[in-house]
């Protein structure tokens, strides 16, 4: 069974402009959570989506958004991007999203200049 | 979910057992203890949870004791793959996980 895809791997871009992360989940799994990674702040949860719903948001600003296709296939976007936003994020998957195990991708690193 | 406090960083030597604490005080009755660990530029891997028993599994087990407050987790023989950053959760019935600073685990060859 394939893993938690993320594409892509790497990602530059420059302050003011958005950009658009893309995660598969494995095979089954309807849920689907992104996490942003960074070395002050640490794993913080973002946002969690199971059946194109969206259930549950962590204390970001608006400019994080994020959504889910029928298919579980989940993409987040961030718009007007800052210096801060510098971070790798990560995508997990779960059957149903709740009290079982989940299983992460190698997240996209995302550098913002 | 529960509050966790771990050490911020733990060693141990090559096929030695490591066992990494956890402290979890304030947990209630429906929250379960998770393990999860991440090498440096991985995503999180699951390792293990459990809500009250002792549990076991190819990779470690996981001891949490009697009145649930705090837990450990032992790496039975540990190799230098398994130097990484171990996290230690408490979760209900939440859709995310709450990740503290975890411990940092240095196996020595």
């Known amino acids: 069974k394939a893993g938690v895809t993320q594409t892509p791997r790497y990602l530059i871009k420059t302050r003011g402009q958005q950009v658009t992360l893309s995660c598969s989940p494995i095979s089954g799994h309807r849920s689907v959570s992104w996490y942003q990674q960074t070395p002050g702040q640490g794993l913080q949860f973002l946002f969690e989506y199971f059946s194109e719903t969206q259930r549950n948001k962590g204390n970001f600003p608006g400019r994080f958004s994020g959504r889910q296709f029928s298919n579980s296939r989940s993409e987040m976007n961030v718009s007007t991007l800052e210096l801060g936003d510098s971070a790798l994020y990560l995508c997990?998957?779960?059957?149903?999203?709740?009290?079982?195990?989940?299983?992460f991708g190698s997240g996209t690193q995302l550098s913002v200049l | 979910d529960a509050k966790t406090t771990q050490p911020p960083s733990m060693d141990c030597a090559e096929g030695r057992a490591a066992n990494l604490p956890c402290n979890h005080s304030t947990i209630s009755g429906n929250e379960y203890v998770y393990w999860y660990r991440q090498i440096h530029s991985q995503g999180p891997q699951y390792i293990i949870h459990g809500l009250k028993n002792n549990e076991t599994n190819e990779m470690a087990s996981l001891i949490i004791t009697e009145d649930r407050k705090s837990s450990t987790l032992i790496l039975p023989h540990a190799t230098l793959r398994d130097t990484a950053v171990y996290y230690c959760i408490v979760r209900g019935s939440s859709y995310k996980l709450i990740f503290g600073s975890g411990t940092r685990l240095l196996v020595r060859p």
């Open positions: 997990a998957s779960s059957t149903t999203g709740i009290n079982e195990k989940l299983f």
